[in-house]
């Protein structure tokens, strides 16, 4: 006798797409709720028509150590749909001077990049072996330890004589976009977690990746049609608007004034929204998910009527321009360039005109890719996300919840939740999985609840 759970998932994103698919796959019935009109979640792309083509809302990178994201997108058909890097190579600008390179050397891990380290132009001689000393003494610290998410790394940077010059050269350009925050206000336990399983703990983890397809093909349209191979039900423009536990062992979800029944649910929605549709017996994860806040990205999408850069990506020291993509490959017009720029913990940015964006952007450039000045900026547009990532700073750890709730057949997913890792798309795959192994293990075993039975 088989059993048949039916699982309710609310919300499309990476968590909720990669719980649906993880519970198809272990044998129940899945239907997922979302509210907008794609799947995707925070990571979407739609047609610009100033541009004439498809933008993502923000730049979206990975590294070889997301190994769950990695995974994800080899079962639902699209890992053949980014590009990857043999060997993490990243050039360095710093305007007015000639580039060096960040990138992995031939020696086992941690030495891969003393060699990157030790060339740090930037920095003074003393400076890069006093950060390749902390670094080593990073290394033996460990990420599960909850003390470590009472600090931030600033203060534990600077309680080891790292100058001002080290934290901002060298790891706010490792850690701002990795953890939406500078390295001041960044939580000592998450960076410790990018710093060892991206940098340190081994030779590859690095290595960076991204889309080479819009992302909401690449995620939400690939995950829709893996969920219907797999005999899955998705509604679109289907919001929740309350879960509550019901008398017979199940959970209900009302959404649109309909009322449906499941045996367990993983909810996956953002923080803010979980916190409203949890209900209230499980007061304890509803007050902290009221307390974690969020962090913002603002990402400038800038096309040039010729190739300024002749890199995949590069990162300006010094620029308010942080990390640079080349993304032509959208592009009809081969001589023009499609750039892409991540402006990570993006506060400042915040309020501004998209006039005034081009024009800080377009004279930053100017200063780091000298080429830039002869070009033509011929489409601008700025992408805002004003709750892209929750706060990595610490007392963090404290506020994100695990899987599992005190309504039984309640599950929590995101990447908000107690993975470990900072908001990614690698913790929001790993937390739907967690979320979608608790659901179904628990669900093939009660008896006295409606089923299906084969
Ligand atoms: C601009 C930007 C750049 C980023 N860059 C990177 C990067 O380079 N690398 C990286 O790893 N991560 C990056 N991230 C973070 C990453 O995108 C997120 O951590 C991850 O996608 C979150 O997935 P999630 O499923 O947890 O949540 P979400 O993607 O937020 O999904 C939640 C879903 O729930 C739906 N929903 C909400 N309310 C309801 C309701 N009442 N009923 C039904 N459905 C509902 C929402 O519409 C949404 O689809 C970036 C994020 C942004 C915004």
Not at 234 to 254: C, K, M, N, Y
Not at 282 to 297: D, G, H, N, V, Y
């Amino acid at each position: 006798m088989t059993i048949t759970p039916r699982i309710v998932v609310v919300g499309g994103g990476l968590a909720g797409l990669s719980a649906a698919v993880e519970c198809a796959d272990r044998g129940a019935e899945v239907t997922l709720l979302e509210s907008r009109s794609r799947l995707g979640g925070a990571t979407w792309s739609r047609h610009h028509r100033r541009l004439g083509f498809e933008i993502d809302n923000g730049q979206h990178v990975f590294m070889r150590c997301c190994e769950a994201y990695r995974g994800f997108l080899n079962r639902i058909g699209v890992a053949d749909r980014v590009f990857m890097q043999q060997r993490l190579s990243v050039p360095v600008w710093r305007p007015g001077e000639s580039a060096f390179e960040i990138r992995r050397h031939a020696l086992p891990a941690p030495a891969h990049l003393l060699p990157s380290l030790l060339s740090f132009r930037g920095l003074s001689l003393s400076e890069r072996f006093h950060a390749a000393q902390v670094a080593a003494r990073l290394s033996r610290l460990d990420p599960e330890d909850a003390r470590l998410d009472d600090a931030s790394l600033g203060d534990w940077l600077g309680a080891r004589g790292s100058s001002a010059n080290e934290i901002e050269r060298l790891w706010d350009l490792l850690i701002r976009p990795t953890l939406n925050l500078p390295v001041r206000e960044a939580s000592l336990a998450l960076a410790v977690k990018v710093m060892r399983t991206g940098f340190l703990d081994r030779a590859d983890g690095a290595d960076i990746g991204w889309s080479r397809v819009p992302l909401t093909e690449l995620h939400g349209e690939a995950a829709a049609k893996a969920l219907a191979m797999r005999g899955g039900r998705v509604h679109l423009r289907a919001e929740v608007d309350r879960i509550e536990s019901s008398r017979s062992d199940g959970v209900v979800v009302h959404s649109r004034g309909q009322a449906l029944m499941a045996d367990a649910v993983i909810l996956a929605t953002p923080p803010d929204v979980a916190c409203k549709l949890v209900p209230e017996s499980a007061s304890t994860e509803r007050a902290a998910l009221a307390k974690l806040e969020t962090s913002p990205i603002v990402s400038l999408h800038i096309v040039l009527d010729r190739k300024v850069m002749d890199v995949p990506l590069g990162v300006a020291l010094g620029s308010e321009l942080e990390w640079i993509f080349d993304r032509s490959e959208r592009l009809g017009n081969p001589s023009d360039q499609y750039l892409t720029v991540a402006l990570s913990a993006a506060e400042r940015w915040l309020g501004r005109s998209v006039r005034e964006l081009e024009a800080i952007s377009v004279a930053e450039l100017h200063r780091v890719l000298p080429r830039a000045r002869a070009a033509r900026v011929v489409g601008f547009a700025a992408t805002v996300e004003r709750h892209a990532t929750f706060r990595a700073s610490p007392g963090t750890r404290a506020l994100r919840p695990g899987a599992g709730t005190r309504i039984g057949r309640l599950y929590l997913a995101g990447a908000f939740t107690q993975t470990g890792w900072p908001a990614t798309m690698e913790g929001a795959v790993r937390s739907g999985l967690a979320a979608a192994r608790s659901a179904v293990a628990v669900e093939t075993q009660p008896p006295n609840r409606r089923s299906r039975i084969s």
